[in-house]
Structures are given as structure tokens and as C-alpha cells.
């Protein structure tokens, strides 16, 4: 059974120590362009190992995050019907879709990528992954960006 993608809020003061250093590194990445992986995760005193195994799974939560763009990865399966779903689940959150690109299928499984504005009626961005993990067809889906 495919283990299923939860998100979880926490107080700053409740998350480990390593993680708020993945994030910090992550941010003087962003800032600070000439920066290595390497140079960042010296800087906050992590490995680059921690920073990899980390780095996709924690982000700075927004309490305003409308007008944000998010950008999310999916893999699914090549099915008639499942990228109208999953763009049906967008319309229903009220999710304003920017851009659009699905790989050609290899061996069955397609890559989409997929940007959307979060405006100020849009629903529960972690509710609208949530359902979109949940179709039948998708492998996973993953934020790979926030601004």
C-alpha cells in the first residue's frame, strides 16, 4: 500500500534543529545566488547529506500566502481522464492554474508540472495536494516551489 502524504503545522520551537537549518540553507541559496549547496550547509552546520534528504520536505509556512505562486510535481499514471481530474480538483480550491507541462509518457507514467496562483478565494492548498495525492493513477505529488 502506497504510503500517503500528510502535512503537519508545527510551532517553530517544535521542529528538530536540523530542519530549521535545511530551511535557512535553502534561503541563503535563494539569497545569495553565487552560493554553493555546499557553502550554505557549511554556514548553518549541517551536511550536505541532511540538506538532501530534507530539502523537499520542509518549506516556511505563509500565513499569507495569497498571491503566492506554488509550483508542484506529479508523476501519474498515462490515463484518459486523469489530468482533466486532477485540473477539475484546481478549478473546485479555486486555484488560479498558470502553467501547464506533461512530459510525454514513458512506460506508462507521465511527469506533470503545475503552477497556480493562491488568490484570496482559493481553499486549502494542503486539502487541494491532499485530493490530488488521493486520485487513482497519481504516483505522488510534490511542491517544488513557493514565491
Known amino acids: 500500500m502506497e504510503e500517503q502524504t500528510k502535512y503537519f503545522v508545527l510551532k517553530q520551537k517544535a521542529v528538530p534543529e536540523v530542519l530549521l537549518k535545511v530551511v535557512e540553507a535553502k534561503r541563503l541559496i535563494d539569497s545569495e545566488r553565487a552560493l554553493t549547496i555546499q557553502e550554505a550547509t557549511e554556514k548553518v552546520g549541517i551536511s550536505r547529506s541532511s540538506f538532501?534528504?530534507?530539502?523537499?520536505?520542509?518549506?516556511?509556512?505563509?500565513?499569507?500566502?495569497?498571491?503566492?505562486?506554488?509550483?508542484?510535481?506529479?508523476?501519474?499514471?498515462?490515463?484518459?481522464?486523469?489530468?482533466?481530474?486532477?485540473?477539475?480538483?484546481?478549478?473546485?480550491?479555486?486555484?488560479?492554474?498558470?502553467?501547464?507541462?506533461?512530459?510525454?509518457?514513458?512506460?506508462?507514467?507521465?511527469?506533470?508540472?503545475?503552477?497556480?496562483?493562491?488568490?484570496?478565494?482559493?481553499?486549502?492548498?494542503?486539502?487541494?495536494?491532499?485530493?490530488?495525492?488521493?486520485e487513482t493513477g497519481v504516483h505522488y505529488v510534490k511542491i517544488i516551489a513557493r514565491e
Open 52 to 134: 538532501y534528504k530534507y530539502k523537499d520536505d520542509i518549506f516556511p509556512f505563509y500565513e499569507n500566502a495569497k498571491g503566492r505562486t506554488i509550483t508542484m510535481v506529479l508523476q501519474m499514471d498515462d490515463e484518459q481522464g486523469l489530468l482533466s481530474d486532477l485540473l477539475h480538483i484546481v478549478a473546485v480550491y479555486r486555484a488560479n492554474i498558470l502553467t501547464i507541462h506533461q512530459s510525454i509518457p514513458v512506460s506508462n507514467v507521465a511527469t506533470l508540472t503545475l503552477s497556480v496562483e493562491v488568490r484570496p478565494d482559493t481553499g486549502d492548498i494542503s486539502g487541494m495536494v491532499g485530493e490530488m495525492e488521493r
